[in-house]
Each structure stands twice: as C-alpha cells, then as structure tokens.
C-alpha cells in the first residue's frame, strides 16, 4: 500500500530540521517580516501557523513572546516542536487539527502564516478559505517558502536523478509547489486581495554531493514520495554510481544559494 503524507511526515518528523536548516540570523529576519507589520496595526496580536511541522518559522517568533498558536495535523512533528519550545512556550498553544476545519471563531486572529504548505492539499481552497474566515479585518496572510537557485551541484544532482528515472519510464513531477503558489495567488486576486511578494532573507547553505544524494535516499522531499518503491531502488542505486563517478571526493561541498520570500495579503 502506498504510504499516506502523514505517515511521511512522521518519518521525516525528525530529520525535518537537519535538511530545512535555517541559519540563526535568517530565522530572526524572517521572524520580524512576519511581526513587524502585524505589531505595528494590533497589539499584543494573536498568531496562527497552519501546518507548523518541527516549527523552524514558529520557534523564533514564541521565543520573541508573541500569542502564537501551531497548529499542525501530525503528532510527531508536534511532538519535535514542543520539546523546542518546553520553557518559552508561555505563550504559544500547540494545536493538532487540520487546516480545513479550524477549531477558531471567525475574525479572531490578527495573522495566519502557511510555510511550505499549499502543495501538499488537494483541496488548498479549503484551507484557505479557513484561514481567510478566522482573519479579522485588516489581519494578515502570510504565505512563506524557501527558494534556491538552480545553478547548485545539488539542483544537478537532482536533475540527474530526474533523467535516471526517465530512463527507468518513469516521469518524475517537480515544480508543484511553486505552480500551487501560482494557483493561490490567482485565487487571492481574484478574492480582490492584494498579495505583495518580497525576499526577506538570503542565506549560502554547504552541501556535498554525498548529502545531496542521501537527502534522495532518504525521501526527504515530497517530490519523492510518489516515486515506487520499485523504481525507486535502482534509481537511487544507479544515481549513487553516477555521484561517485562524477565528483573525486563527494564529501566536498558546494554552495546553494537560498532565499526565503514571504507573499502577504490582508483581508478586508
Ligand atoms: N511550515 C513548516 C516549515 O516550513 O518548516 C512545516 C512545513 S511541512 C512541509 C508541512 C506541514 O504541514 C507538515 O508538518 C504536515 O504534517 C502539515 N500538514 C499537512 N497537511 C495538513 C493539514 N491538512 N492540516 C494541518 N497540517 C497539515
């Protein structure tokens, strides 16, 4: 049987932040470009993070001691991020729930945050009417993701392991996440928001050849779950010869260059 997305997140749940690392003083920029505009229109403002996972956006802002609430629908993931924040957690609550029902009255909280998020529903409408229902009045959307550039060995890497498996017939389909933000943005629009797109951080990050095939290994990314396992062996298989051939010493690293953009909208 086909796992489930929640059963690849409880197995991710752990190595989550490993692989999505910000740096220290890129998780306090983007923490202020998702307060600073809130805090200056509301005070003592109350915070939703929908689909918070290990909490790598919410961790920064709790600590900082704003209302925050995580709400996320995998127990494991909650359980990593609630060990983060045992003893600053005064004023955060922790919420298992899934974003399409929220457990929340209509107008009560003054921004919802979704960081990689959309691209895993089929149904995203629903969890964005839930989040637009819950906003008050003036109350912000934030929408975050982290973009690289796709001029890295790792983006090689990856574009290699595409052609291994068009080989094996099987066609592997990347990109759904920025295509799903594309389809939120239209439906904002068309909601008569006004969704603004800035980078508010960037950042290099190291990676070896070897951690760049592991990280395929291993499943990390959602693009690589549709992928049967059957297909999946030998792929990984043929791409790590192709890694050990390709680069002298695979523990090498080369950079990715990282930012991370935030699209903000505020409801009427
Ligand atoms: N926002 C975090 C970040 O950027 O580090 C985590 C992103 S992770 C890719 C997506 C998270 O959404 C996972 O923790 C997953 O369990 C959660 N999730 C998926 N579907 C959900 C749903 N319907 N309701 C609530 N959370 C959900």
Known sequence: MKPSMTSH????AFTYDRTRYHPPEVSG?????????????????????????????????????????????NPAML???????????????LVQADARELPFERGSLHAVIAVHFWHLLDDWQQALRESLRVLRPGGFLFEGWDQSDDESEDWRIQQKWKEILAGLGYTLVRGRHQSRLAEVEKELIRLNLEPKTKTVAD?????????????????????????????????????????????????VEYPIHWKFVVRSSRVL
């Open 79 to 93: 359980e990593v991020l609630r060990q983060k924040v045992a003893g600053v957690a005064r004023k955060a609550r």
């Open 203 to 251: 950042w290099v990050e190291l990676r070896s050849p070897r951690m760049s095939h592991e990280m395929l290994l291993e499943r990390i990314y959602s693009f690589t779950w549709d992928v049967p396992e059957e297909v999946f062996r030998p792929s990984v298989a043929e791409l790590a010869q192709w890694v050990s051939d390709t680069y002298p010493d695979p523990d």
């Open 29 to 73: 920029r983007i923490a202020t470009a998702l307060t600073a505009p809130v805090e200056k229109l509301f005070r003592d403002p109350l915070f939703l993070e929908i689909g918070a996972g290990t909490g790598r956006i919410s961790v920064p802002i709790i600590a900082r001691g704003y209302r925050y609430i995580a709400l996320d629908d």
């Open 9 to 12: 997140f409880s197995r991710v």
